[in-house]
């Protein structure tokens, strides 16, 4: 059996769309519900398995995401049958990855265990603060004190285990935030993802922000000075940023998300999951339906997908060079090159090098093209140069 191998990896997303409560910050595809028929979400997820593999091929699986929502509502039964299928559909890397979202509110040990036990290898906790005034600001149900305990059962169940901070939240200051990200980093995660808060169209944050009762933001400057806090802490404590938002122990990063930033390929299935298939030499993109009963009516007619566009070779180069320079790691201008058919500026890579925002390194593999630490705080602008400037 021939099996098809693609640059960047291949992955399993799957959405999970409900949660106990909507955050006022979040612009996630996520809905509450009383009462959810597990059983027709779990032949949803296996029929869509099954068409996508047909399509694809035989292909190497690296990684499995439950992501949503909040995937440790699921069945411990339902998360099992969905790796069952995928490792039936595709290939298993020996080392493959297993990851579920879960927030502090929805752990308790017997389950964590029975997610193990279905083949459950990573834990992403959706911590969020570690105050718990801001904590209810954020519209989250659960306490620091369940924050720590959920941790400390996961740290007990799982050998990796991540969680999830935003900061430059309302009112907070910088001794604020140095002290919650040091009482974080205490902690022993491998893995932190440390987010600004972002106010979104859509969602409540954004309508408060509309009709300015959204006060206490921090400035540009205090934003600045926040991101170089977390970056010089999680330096000294051994966590570096791989990715702008994203802090490890070296060998510890995820290797999921590193596949989207790698422009690897992945298949999505649940409501609202975007996908990147690489079928007979051409790549496409991949949407669903949100609407989590239409998602399921998709299905039963046939396809989870509600769109599937083919993606230009410039498209795929801009995807490249958007995903790959948020990775301290950097991207790989000829396969820039090769996407796109017209190299990166080198007027551009040296303008903007002499101003300590890029650089380029020379590797076994080839030349390297990174953002600095300075350059990651402006990253947006650096891509948007480099991308205009190409030919």
Same mark, same amino acid.
């Given at each position: ?7 960047? =990896? !291949? =992955? ?44 694809? =091929? ?16 699921? %069945? ?16 298993? +890397? ?14 308790? @040990?017997?389950?964590?265990? +029975? !997610?193990?036990? #279905? ?9 969020? @603060? ?27 169940? !799982? ?12 009112? /907070? ?31 409540? !944050?954004?309508?408060?922000?509309? #009709? ?35 802090? @490890? ?37 991949? %949407?669903?339906?949100? +609407? ?23 498209? /795929?180069?801009? %995807? ?5 320079? &948020? ?7 000829? &396969? ?13 890579? @040296?303008?903007?090098?002499?101003? =300590?925002?890029? #650089? ?12 600095? &630490?300075?350059?990651? #705080? ?6 948007? %140069? ?6």
């Amino acid at each position: 059996m021939d099996v098809e191998s693609v640059e960047g =990896g !291949f =992955g399993l997303y799957v959405h999970w769309p409900f949660c106990a409560a909507k955050c006022p910050y979040c612009d996630f595809n996520s809905h509450v519900a009383k009462v959810v028929d597990h059983r027709a979400w779990v032949e949803s997820y296996l029929s869509e398995i099954k068409r996508i593999s047909s399509e694809t =091929g035989p292909r190497v699986l690296n990684t499995i995401f439950f992501g949503g929502g909040t995937p440790s509502l699921m %069945e411990p039964e339902t998360v099992a049958a969905v790796i069952d299928a995928a490792r039936a559909a595709w290939l298993p +890397a020996n080392d493959m990855e297993i990851t579920l979202e879960a927030n502090p509110g929805s752990v308790e @040990a017997g389950r964590f265990a +029975a !997610f193990r036990q #279905a083949g459950v290898n990573r834990v992403s906790l959706g911590v969020q @603060a570690l105050h718990d005034p801001d904590l209810r600001r954020l519209g989250r149900i659960h306490s620091v004190a369940e924050a720590r305990t959920a941790f400390d059962i996961a740290r007990n169940t !799982f050998d990796r285990v991540s969680f999830d901070l935003i900061y430059a939240r309302q009112d /907070q200051s910088r001794e604020d935030w140095r002290r919650e990200l040091t009482e974080a980093l205490s902690m022993t995660a491998d893995h932190l993802s440390l987010y600004q808060l972002t106010v979104e169209d859509g969602t409540v !944050f954004g309508a408060r922000a509309a #009709a300015g009762h959204l006060r206490g933001l921090p400035d540009e400057d205090l934003g600045a000075d926040l991101y170089q806090i977390t970056q010089d802490l999680c330096e000294a404590r051994g966590l570096p940023a791989y990715e702008v938002s994203n802090h @490890a122990v070296p060998g510890s990063e995820s290797r999921h998300n590193l596949i989207y930033w790698h422009a690897g390929d992945w298949a999505g299935i649940g409501p609202g999951a975007h996908g990147r298939l690489t079928i007979n030499g051409q790549r496409f993109a991949t %949407e669903t339906a949100k +609407a989590p009963a239409k998602w399921l009516k998709d299905v039963h007619t046939g396809s989870g997908y509600s769109d599937q566009t083919t993606i230009s070779g410039n498209d /795929q180069a801009d %995807e490249y060079l958007i995903m790959g320079l &948020r990775l301290t790691e950097g991207i790989e201008p000829a &396969r820039y090159a090769r996407l796109s058919g017209q190299h990166l500026s080198a007027q551009t890579i @040296a303008h903007l090098s002499d101003l =300590g925002l890029i #650089a380029e390194t020379s590797t076994p593999a080839g030349l390297r093209l990174a953002a600095t &630490r300075s350059g990651r #705080a402006v990253l947006n602008a650096v891509i948007a %140069e480099l991308a205009a400037t190409a030919g």
